[in-house]
């Protein structure tokens, strides 16, 4: 079937708004997570999610960064009040229970 | 905490084998991962070894680790222009492959 789909491919917004990332990952997969690589650097966990269980919101940088799972499919990441270092790629990823994680093409934020 | 390291650059020959080095701290790693972005995209996993295994291989990509010097390498056989990529080593810590650590990424030239 189709791989992870993440929308929009390319954000650019202004420094103090919010901004919505969407992922949609593959049908049948249980868990969900989002990544971030900055210019240069590796990747860096944020939030993962399994099922109907809590979060694992351990890797969220601040509390302006949030995210949910749609019935237990979609998932959105935000940002609010986005600052200048928020500007990275935002990776989704998703597998079946915690086995192989499977990555979209992610999200290309700029924050001017 | 887990670390991965790897080298940040490596170019080679088109033709040649290309080696990409890794080293990683969590002994408890069950699964280690190697996964490729080439520009402008997404991680594409390219294999997996599971920490009981030696040896890997899979057509021109060959996976070794030395889990007493927790040592992981990925071997390209007569590496190709389509193989210039960033090549990321994870491992899943703690025998769960929920939250990846990455290394920084080795950039892979191959030279015509």
């Known amino acids: 079937g189709a791989g992870v789909s993440q929308s929009p491919s390319n954000k650019v917004t202004e420094k103090g708004k919010d901004v919505e990332l969407r992922c949609d990952p593959i049908?049948?997969?249980?868990?969900l997570y989002w990544y971030r690589q900055s210019l240069g650097q590796g990747l860096e966990f944020l939030i993962y999610?399994?099922?109907?269980?809590?979060?694992?919101k351990s890797g969220l940088p601040s509390d302006r960064f949030s995210a949910e799972r749609t019935g237990g499919s979609v998932s959105t990441l935000t940002i609010q009040r986005t600052q200048q270092e928020d500007s990275a790629v935002y990776l989704c990823?998703?597998?079946?229970?915690?086995?192989?994680?499977?990555f979209g093409p992610g999200t290309r934020l700029l924050v001017l | 905490g887990e670390d991965v390291e790897q080298s940040l650059f490596l170019s080679v020959r088109e033709g040649d084998s290309s080696v990409i080095n890794c080293t990683y701290t969590?002994?408890?790693?069950?699964?280690l991962y190697w996964y490729k972005q080439e520009p402008g995209a997404g991680l594409q996993l390219l294999t997996y070894?599971?920490?009981?295994?030696d040896m890997k291989q899979d057509q021109r990509l060959t996976v070794l680790l030395n889990k007493k010097d927790k040592h992981l390498s990925l071997r390209i056989a007569d590496t190709q222009t389509g193989d210039s990529a960033i090549y990321f080593c994870?491992?899943?810590?703690?025998?769960?492959?929920?939250?990846?650590?990455f290394g920084s990424g080795t950039q892979l030239t191959v030279l015509p």
């Open positions: 990823a998703s597998s079946f229970l915690e086995e192989t994680q499977y």
């Open positions: 049908s049948g997969h249980t868990a």
């Open positions: 999610f399994q099922g109907n269980s809590a979060p694992d």
């Open positions: 969590d002994s408890s790693s069950t699964y």
């Open positions: 070894i599971f920490s009981n295994m």
């Open positions: 994870a491992e899943s810590p703690s025998g769960s492959a929920r939250q990846l650590t």
